[in-house]
């Protein structure tokens, strides 16, 4: 067996349908990879989505833990060289295992290297103005910290910084020996950067991006879920830098977890509310506008408002995300009580100061 593909999914079956729809047509050979999908939490019609499954199709279901844990447990179970990890959304181009395998089979170090290739949100059609900005930037395709990590800039840090568990194939002998994939990083934001960071630190293992091995992802993305992502991201950033100082030190350029962190940041976080509650109303405003008829100069001011006032948002809502962590809320109990105070029914959450265990 050449290749695993690892997906993670949960509670979207349709989704993970018409993935493995594009995976079933693949120019690899069948018997050179298998598909190994794992359900985090209860089922929940994904068995249904899959239908009559090709023999190289395995589903998995495990307790939710959340996507780390859930490609940890994949990764133990993969009987390929290599595994590529993808997301239940990926629309794969046909060609996409086999250019893995050409990256893998190209390169001379030993034992093989991390390949990743670029990740793309599907054209939608009708197009709005969010539609259009998020196609250039990296808030669902991959990490993102800066305003100038376009889609289209080129990986730096060692490699491993721009890494996304959306497109990543590792070798698994030498992934497996270093313990796998992280389960505390809970939500999978920075557990692949986290297991390349490893490998490229401790095992020289390097890291090649391939334009050739690009896959889209058929979501649509509402402006509240980019304010779920960046929290998440903010989050689990701590939770990086609990567990591995020098990864996070090298990922994210910055000390998240030093004395006085909560205390500053729950400055900033009052300090520049009513700013950023102010740029979510902006963005929100020219988010739904549709972006046909319009002239590409119209089209390329309402996406350049939308990036300015979104801006503004995700750095404060990096910073709430950050610390919740840091005062050991929930990420659950933090994402519903903002989610509730944007639309003025905080009161209805009680329960939102809960800690985590």
């Known amino acids: 067996m050449e290749l695993s593909v690892l997906i993670p999914t ?54 939710r833990s959340g996507q780390a844990a859930t490609r940890a447990r994949l990764l133990e179970a993969a009987r390929g060289k290599y595994a590529l ?6 629309l794969c181009a046909p060609t996409l295992l086999e250019s893995h395998l050409r990256v893998q089979a190209s390169s001379p170090a030993k034992g093989g290297v991390i390949s990743t290739g670029p990740v793309r949100l599907a054209p939608l059609k009708p197009e709005r103005t969010i539609d259009r900005f998020l196609l250039g930037t990296r808030v669902f395709t991959g990490y993102v910290l800066a305003p100038d990590e376009r889609a289209d800039a080129p990986i730096t840090g060692g490699g491993f910084r721009a890494v996304s568990p959306l497109n990543l194939c590792v070798p698994v002998e030498l992934a497996q020996r ?35 091995s690009s896959l889209d992802l058929e979501e649509r993305p509402e402006p509240e879920d980019c304010y779920r992502r960046i929290i998440t991201l903010g989050y689990e950033s701590v939770q990086l830098a609990q567990m591995n100082p ?12 030093g004395p006085g962190a909560a205390r500053s940041g729950k400055t900033i976080v009052t300090r520049e509310r009513q700013a950023a509650i102010e740029a979510m109303t902006a963005f929100e405003m020219i988010a739904g506008t549709p972006t046909a008829g319009l002239a590409a100069g119209e089209v390329q001011s309402r996406v ?18 950050q610390l919740a962590a840091l005062e ?26 809960q800690r985590a265990a």
């Open 246 to 257: 020098s990864c996070a030190m090298d990922v994210l350029g910055q000390e998240v977890c």
């Open 85 to 90: 990890c993808i997301a239940d959304s990926a």
């Open 304 to 321: 350049a408002r939308a990036a300015s006032n979104f801006e503004v948002a995700r750095t404060w809502l990096w910073q709430l995300g």
């Open 178 to 212: 270093l313990g796998g994939f992280c389960r505390q990083l809970t939500s999978g934001q920075f557990d692949a950067q986290e297991l390349a960071w490893r490998l490229l630190k401790w095992l020289k293992t390097p890291v090649i991006a391939d334009a050739r």
């Open 10 to 63: 949960s509670r979207r079956p349709h989704k993970l349908g018409a993935a493995l729809t594009t995976l079933a047509r693949q120019t690899l050979a069948r018997d050179r990879f298998e598909v190994l999908v794992g359900i985090d939490g209860p089922e929940n019609g994904e068995l249904e989505s899959v239908g009559p499954s090709p023999e190289n199709v395995t589903i998995l279901s495990f307790p």
């Open 328 to 353: 050991n809320q929930t990420l659950t109990a933090v994402v519903s009580e903002f989610e509730y105070q944007r639309t003025g029914k905080s009161e209805l959450i009680p329960a939102s100061r």
